[in-house]
C-alpha cells in the first residue's frame, strides 16, 4: 500500500473530497524506489482500468519523470468530486491499494480550473 504524503498537509485529500466541486482534477504524485517500477506500472494500469468504470471518470494520463528519477505524475479529469469521493473510497479500490510496493509515496490533491483574463478560460 503507498503511504499518503498531502501535497498540503494542512488540507489532505481526505478533506478535499468532502467538497462538492464541479469539474475537479485529481493530481497525484508518486515517488518510489527505482526496483519496483515495474511493479508500480502494473497496479496503476489496474487502478486506472477501475476508475475509467466509474461513473463521473473523463479521462487519465500518467507521466514518468525524466533521467534517472523514478518519480511519476498521474492527472486525471472528473466531472464532479461526488464522482471521485464515490470511486476512491469503493471498497474494491480501496482493497487494491495493498497491491502497491510499499516503497510507493503517492501525494493526491484535487483542483479545479482558473479563468485568468486573456490567457486561460475555466
Given amino acids: 500500500m503507498p503511504s499518503l504524503r498531502p501535497l498540503d498537509p494542512a488540507f ?5 473530497i ?3 466541486a464541479s469539474p475537479v482534477v485529481l493530481v497525484n504524485v508518486f515517488t518510489l524506489d527505482r526496483a519496483d517500477e515495474e511493479t508500480f506500472l502494473k497496479v496503476w494500469q ?3 482500468e477501475f476508475m475509467k468504470r466509474q461513473p463521473g471518470f473523463i479521462s ?3 507521466h514518468r519523470a525524466i533521467g534517472d528519477s523514478p518519480t511519476y505524475l498521474n492527472y486525471a479529469i472528473w466531472a464532479s468530486t461526488a464522482d471521485f469521493r464515490a470511486a476512491f473510497t469503493h471498497p474494491e479500490f480501496r482493497a487494491k491499494l495493498s497491491a502497491y ?7 493526491p490533491h484535487l483542483f479545479q480550473k482558473v479563468a485568468v483574463s ?3 478560460v475555466a
Fill in 18 to 20: 468532502t467538497i462538492d
Fill in 12 to 16: 489532505p485529500i481526505d478533506r478535499q
Fill in 46 to 48: 489496474d487502478d486506472a
Fill in 101 to 107: 510496493p510499499s516503497s510507493a509515496v503517492a501525494s
Fill in 60 to 62: 487519465t494520463q500518467l
Fill in 118 to 120: 486573456g490567457i486561460c
